[in-house]
């Protein structure tokens, strides 16, 4: 994928998952706008795209406000001259659950996460759609979106928000040639570690140098960074201009794409539903196969 002539932003991209994706687009030859609340984290990942050849410069701002938001979009264009691809990376968490959790834990998260994404896509979309010449929203959405997870009503709720503003957007953006899509990583990062059935085969991955076994790659479709990265590199690319309103994941060995909700069964009844008919029809009809919900727990091979 050829990126050069490209100008990107990515937001929380100062390490982890973010960093990766600015790496990746840096060395697809874009020009990579930086972005975290923490300085240092800031130069260190602007340092580390130049040491590998690529152009950056960095923008410590707290994701959220509108006015980070147009921040960003400022530096790329002073910066650069132009904003073409903007990868909304940044979030955070604060997992408690549902009998604990504060008005404050609810909404930090939402406020970064889902507000984050608002305010900074309506900003790149803006400038976008002045220069004329289309553009590329790459979300960063979360299993725990698609299917829910204990723990995370914030988290959860906001990134199944993210998705659903994909598809909304690539709607109101298509003319303007601004394709507009999610996706869905999972990658060794801090957040898996704490998981007690990837933390000890993670730990002993980086310790020993050695692959993540398949029973991850492919069974759990959990891998490193760099194996999520080249997604966002394709969605930012010219070869993704047919690509808009999708739901894509990635880890490890695994490339899915998502299916959007959709009505699985229906009943009709003459005249409408009675509270009785509904529980004669659940019991013997759409209810005999619901839905499953909640991310699989991971099962690790028996030795």
Known sequence: MDLHGKVAVVTGSGRGLGLGYARALAAAGAAVVVNDVDQDAVDAAVATLRSEGGAAVGAAAAVGDSAAAQELVDTAVREFGRLDVLVTNAGILRDRVLWKMTDDDFDDVVRV???GTFTCARAAAIRMREQGAGGRLVLIASPAGQRGNFGQTNYAAAKAGIV?????WAMEL????????AVVPVAATEMTRTIPA??????????TGTPLPDWLRKGEGLGTVEDVAGLVTFLASDASKDV???????GGDR????????EKAVAY??????????????????GTDPETYGIPAPQAPEA
Do not use: C, Y
């Not at 659903?164 to 909304?168: K, S, V």
């Not at 808009?244 to 990635?250: E, K, L, N, V, Y």
């Not at 490339?255 to 909700?261: E, G, N, R, V, Y």
């Open 113 to 115: 996460h889902l507000r």
């Open 164 to 168: 659903a503003m994909a598809r909304t």
């Open 174 to 181: 298509g003319r303007a040639g601004i394709t507009v899509n």
């Open 198 to 207: 990837f933390a000890p085969v993670i730990e002993a991955s980086e310790r």
């Open 244 to 250: 808009t309103g999708q739901a894509i994941g990635i």
């Open 255 to 262: 490339l899915a794409l998502w299916s959007h909700p959709k």
């Open 269 to 286: 009844a003459d005249g409408g539903w009675s509270s009785q008919a509904i529980a004669e029809e659940w019991a013997g009809g759409l």
